[in-house]
């Protein structure tokens, strides 16, 4: 088990190929869900600074507030609502680039301007979401959809 990851201060696709790697050897091996998933926000946010990284674990109709870095969170999050609770039910990464614009989202810190939300899948079924937000209107885009649905399927795969 890694115990510190290096930052890489290139593009976003290399901050993210410097990233991925080292995530994997950072959970691998490693049994515990809440540990991984809390090693996983934090390397997250220490690479891209984003203001909020964390995750929702499915608990029957609901979204459970998980591992996370950042301000205080929404706690429960009903399926079908806001834009975590939206990627639950159409099993589905959403960019949204103005969560103000977004039907339904739920305001968890009026400094929210965007988020990705990208679904974890163990066994066919969503059992949680990654849910990222940043301060800056637009600051999510397909590299971030592409790389965090990679990660979001090793930890499906390998964490669940």
Request: aromatic residues 8%.
């Amino acid at each position: 088990m890694a115990e510190t990851i290096a930052l890489s201060t290139g593009t976003k696709t290399e901050k993210y190929e410097t990233l991925l790697p080292q995530v994997r050897a950072l959970v691998e091996g490693e049994p515990n869900l809440i540990a991984n998933l809390a090693n996983t926000a934090s390397a997250i946010r220490m690479t891209f600074g984003f203001f909020w990284v964390g995750f929702y674990l499915v608990e029957g109709e609901e979204l459970v507030l998980g591992p996370f870095q950042g301000t205080i969170a929404c706690t429960r999050i009903a399926k079908g609502k806001g834009v975590c609770g939206t990627s639950w039910s159409t099993a589905e990464t959403l960019v949204v680039p103005d969560v103000d614009a977004f039907p339904g989202h739920i305001a968890c810190s009026s400094e929210s301007r965007s988020e990705i939300v990208v679904p974890i899948l163990a066994n066919g079924k969503v059992v949680a979401v990654l849910d990222v937000d940043s301060t800056a209107l637009a600051d999510f885009d397909e590299t971030d959809a592409h790389y965090l649905n990679q990660l979001c399927q090793w930890l499906g795969s390998h964490c669940f």
